[in-house]
């Protein structure tokens, strides 16, 4: 039984540049139960489209064409609903679960208190002993303990917070969920557990499910069909298998082939010669030990990197594994709590103005967010100009200018297009490579780059790490991979540090540590990654929890796993 | 939330207290780098009286004495501090001799209610129509007319208050002119008493009202774009909330705590900012007292009232750090 019907939608934003289509002529029917992907790059139209059928479309967007029926209200078009009607269809027959659940709850109310709202504004007075059962039941099903209904939002991990999205969702079990990318904000081991209950409790109360993503992966373990969208258009719809085995559209394939694999082909390709540095340490850590009160972000760990032949290094972990606080260890932001870092024999906490100022040269950074990265306010160039005259290194203007054109097409971009445009008029993976341009034109010999990639479309993932490949090969820079991918960084690395609870649990060349991984916590990791290959199986939430609670208890867990070495990086661990 | 923890409470009460010591102290300080004697000032004044003034010297001499000024600085500050503490600010010069803190206490009352029933009316207006201004099932009417009744914040109080008694008290006779209460009234608990209070607090509180509510409004504004780009926001639209229930316990929630912090800040400025609106309508109150005093080069006096409006804005801010974190559940005492 069919529950929504998408009839021919297409979807305009007005803007002062003339009218954007963001969805055209799309047509779709969810059968009651089945689980549908949409998967896209950012601006194909897979949230806009799924938003027209909640009539939540941002302003000024609008529906100009076709017809939304859901079933369970006869033949009464969506569309035709006037405010009051449409308030009682959201929650009630269709549910959302948003892609930001770190902020998705309202922060000065308890969690309880946002389950019984909704239940209230569909169904009027409900005595609070009913509402109590209600909710617990909810918190229940998607495996959280009652006791978190008393909790407000910034008491709960992100997972948590997921997990009370997907209650109120289904509290009132309607005929369809919309997921939002659930789970992009999760790490692999948590992203899988909250996939896992969300298919369960959509399982159980029957409802079809829209799956929101760009993961081909998580597409391929989570759903029954998929339609693909590129730029507001249904380029390819079919069974899951269908389309992962047998991919029909040119788009659907490059999108299948861009996804890296753990022992799949590689994406780099290394040159054959390697710009060599200045032998000797260049970055080293002795028994660095970081504590925040009593909780310890990392344990003592002692390494030395040398700066003759570049390499990339990658650390590796779930969030609040301690690998971000070692990447501002590495950049002084956050001195240790016990032992020295220092940077080509100086430690970094302890230099002089001269020194410190050589030291932010030579060691760049490239963050997570590349939004949160430019000052609104000046065009780009502003951005790369600014620490090349800084640092002392400009000759001139023109020598400046051919500097910043010269990064640029080092990262791949146009610099007559890019460079005096604003932050807001260039997209996500343009503005990370330009952090990479930035950098690069400091000519560092460090750089740390942290989630370089996790916020881009994964088209161009591929495309901005092998930027940073380039930098290690062809300009001799070292670089620290920080990231919970640990595709990207079984092709990327030389040399792969898993990092659990502060401490590194298992360490090598990626192709033993991920390839072949020996710490039962390595394992968890890899077989958490939900492949895009309906014979792999994803394993159940249950097995995952069983692995990580297997974890909790064991002493031995805390031994690290050598895994073999690369000449030029020594590790220690412990103190 | 709960319980406030002790040595949270200890440790915001030390605040207070070296707040408002540090503030005394330097409320005893600024005058003394003045190079005005303030027993020349009684001398001159009592000259200016009488016309001239036999054994000056000596008058002086007794003056200082009486004033303690012959005492060495630590001594004269010792007493001070000591006097401060059980709001003793000595005798005022130019109502000499009345006690200052008589004055004060004459002129506080008037003051206090003046301005707490008009900085708390701006608050509510101000905040609610910054969220509506912004709500977008506000009536059109409402998105217009706001702005446009934000020009008045850009009126200086003066002007607006010159503006408000010639439209109702010259013009339309709506309202008094001038004084806090009516000249045939006695003061005392009655309700005609109360009524003429009301009736003569009207325009003084309008103009003060007029004039501020624009910053509580902008400010609003501001927080409430925030708050409606949230995603706690989309979610609430996506559960099907009645827009109202979002508006309040969603959007305004959030955006006005920060609002309540300034709240806190704005109490202690606002005798300030009222001074001028006291003196138009010749209003008894603390702005009015302090605004006689500066002309009056009356020390003690001015010593007292910014005395007391530092105590007042210690205290709000005090009050703040002890309920914020039963409005804000991510604040924990001792955090």
């Known amino acids: 039984m069919t529950i929504l019907d998408i009839k021919n939608v297409s979807i305009d934003f007005p803007t002062s540049g003339g009218i954007v ?125 009652k006791t978190v209904g008393q909790l407000y939002p910034h008491e709960l991990s992100g997972g948590m917070k997921q997990r009370v999205c997907i209650a109120i969702g289904v509290c009132l079990e309607p005929d369809l969920i919309v997921a939002d990318e659930p789970t992009s904000a999760l790490d692999v081991i948590t992203q899988r557990q909250v996939m896992q209950t ?25 759903v029954d069909d998929l339609a693909v969208m590129k730029l507001g258009h249904l380029v390819e719809f079919g069974t899951v298998k269908q389309i992962i085995e047998n ?83 590495m950049l002084g932001f956050n001195p240790p709590t016990e032992g020295t870092v220092t940077f080509r024999g100086k430690d970094i906490n302890r230099m002089s103005a001269g020194e410190a100022l050589d030291f932010r040269k030579d060691v760049q950074a490239v963050f997570q967010d590349p ?56 997209s996500g993976g343009q503005r990370q490579r330009l952090i990479v341009a930035r950098a690069l034109m400091l000519s560092p010999k460090l750089l740390i780059a942290d989630e370089p990639v996790s916020m881009v479309d994964a088209s161009l993932r591929a495309t901005i790490l092998k930027n940073i490949h380039d930098l290690k090969d062809k300009y001799g820079i070292s670089i620290l991979y920080i990231t919970h991918d640990l595709a990207t960084a079984y092709h990327v690395s030389d040399y792969v540090m898993v990092l659990y609870h502060g401490r590194v649990v298992e360490a090598g060349p990626p192709k033993e540590v991920i390839g072949d991984p020996q710490h039962p916590y390595t394992q968890l990791l890899i077989d958490s990654i939900p492949w895009p290959d309906l014979n792999r199986d994803w394993g159940s939430a249950e097995q995952g929890q069983k692995g990580l609670e297997a974890l909790q208890g064991n002493a031995a867990v805390n031994q690290t796993v050598f895994r ?12 | 939330m709960g319980r406030i923890p002790m040595d949270y409470l200890l440790n915001r009460l030390v605040t207070l207290f070296l707040t408002v010591w540090i503030a005394a102290t330097l409320i005893w300080i600024i005058p003394r780098l003045s190079p005005v004697d303030p027993a020349e000032i009684m001398l001159g004044r009592m000259a200016a009286g009488a016309g001239t003034v036999a054994n000056a010297d000596e008058i002086l001499a007794t003056l200082r004495a009486r004033f303690g000024l012959d005492d060495p600085l630590l001594v004269q500050y010792v007493k001070y501090i000591r006097n401060v503490v059980v709001f003793d600010f000595g005798l005022s010069t130019a109502s000499f001799p009345t ?10 009352p008037w003051t206090l209610g ?38 008045f914040t850009s009126i200086p109080p003066i002007l607006s208050a010159l503006l408000l008694m010639w439209v109702f008290s010259a013009q339309l006779r709506w309202f008094p002119l001038t004084g806090a209460y009516g000249l045939f009234v006695e003061p005392g608990w009655t309700w005609a008493f109360a009524q003429s209070v009301i ?111 530092i105590l007042m804005t210690a205290l709000s801010v005090f009050i703040v750090d002890l309920i914020y974190p039963l409005i804000d559940p991510r604040i924990r005492h001792g955090d």
């Open chain 1, 21 to 145: 289509h963001a969805v055209s002529d799309f047509t779709m029917s969810v059968p009651q139960g089945r689980r549908i992907g949409f998967i896209g790059e950012s601006g194909s139209g897979k949230t806009t489209t799924a938003l027209a059928a909640m009539r939540m479309l941002a302003s000024p967007g609008f529906v100009a064409n076709g017809e939304i029926h859901l079933n369970s209200l006869g033949q009464t078009n969506v569309l035709n609903l006037n405010d009051e009607e449409m308030r009682r269809v959201r929650l009630k027959k269709i549910s959302y679960i948003p892609q930001g659940a770190m902020n998705s709850l309202n922060p000065i109310m308890r969690v309880e208190d946002q389950i019984w709202d909704g239940i209230i504004a569909h169904e009027g007075h409900v005595e609070k002993v009913e509402l109590q059962r209600r909710s617990d039941a909810v918190l229940e099903s998607v495996g959280l303990p």
């Open chain 1, 564 to 575: 073999g070495e690369v000449p030029g990086f020594e590790l220690r661990v412990g103190a």
């Open chain 1, 198 to 222: 969300l298919r369960d409790v959509q399982a159980k109360i029957g409802a079809g499910l829209i799956l929101i993503g760009h993961d081909m992966g998580l597409m391929a373990q989570s």
């Open chain 2, 99 to 108: 006690e200052v803190s008589a004055l004060i206490a004459r002129a506080l």
């Open chain 2, 199 to 309: 009736y003569h607090g009207f325009l003084p509180a309008l103009s003060i009202v007029v004039v501020t509510f624009g910053f509580w409004a902008l400010g609003m504004r501001g927080l409430m774009i925030t708050v409606q780009g949230e995603d706690y926001t989309t979610l609430a639209k996506a559960k099907g909330l009645r827009p109202r229930y979002i508006l309040y316990k969603y959007m305004i929630r959030n955006a006005i705590l920060p609002q309540i912090t300034a709240f806190a800040l704005k109490i202690g400025l606002l005798i300030a900012g009222q001074v001028l609106v006291e003196r138009i309508f010749a209003y008894n109150g603390m702005g009015k007292l302090l605004y006689d005093a500066i002309l009056d080069q009356d020390f003690p006096v001015i010593q007292g009232v910014s005395y007391v409006i």
């Open chain 1, 247 to 329: 991919p029909q559209h040119e788009y659907t394939k490059q999108l299948i082939s861009s996804v890296p694999l753990v022992g799949g082909e590689s994406f780099i390709e290394s040159s054959p010669e390697i710009m060599r540095g200045a032998p000797g340490p260049l970055l080293q850590f002795d028994n660095v030990t970081k504590r925040y009160g009593s909780v310890t972000a990392l344990h003592p760990l002692s390494f030395s990197l040398d700066g003759e032949v570049p390499k990339i290094i990658s650390v590796v972990g779930q969030s609040g594994s301690g690998k971000s606080t070692m990447g501002s260890l």
């Open chain 1, 371 to 426: 939004y949160a990265c430019f000052n609104p306010f000046y065009r780009v160039d502003h951005a790369l100009k600014f620490p090349f005259k800084k640092f002392g290194l400009a000759k001139s203007e023109a020598h400046t200018q051919s500097a910043m054109e010269e990064a640029c097409v080092a990262v791949g971009l146009d610099p007559a297009l890019v460079l005096r445009r604003y932050p807001h008029q260039l």
């Open chain 2, 114 to 151: 003046l301005m707490l029933i008009s900085i708390t009316i701006t608050f509510f207006i101000g905040n609610l129509l910054g969220a509506l201004m912004v709500w977008e099932r506000s009536p059109k009417l409402v998105r217009v007319a706001i702005p446009a009744a934000m020009v």
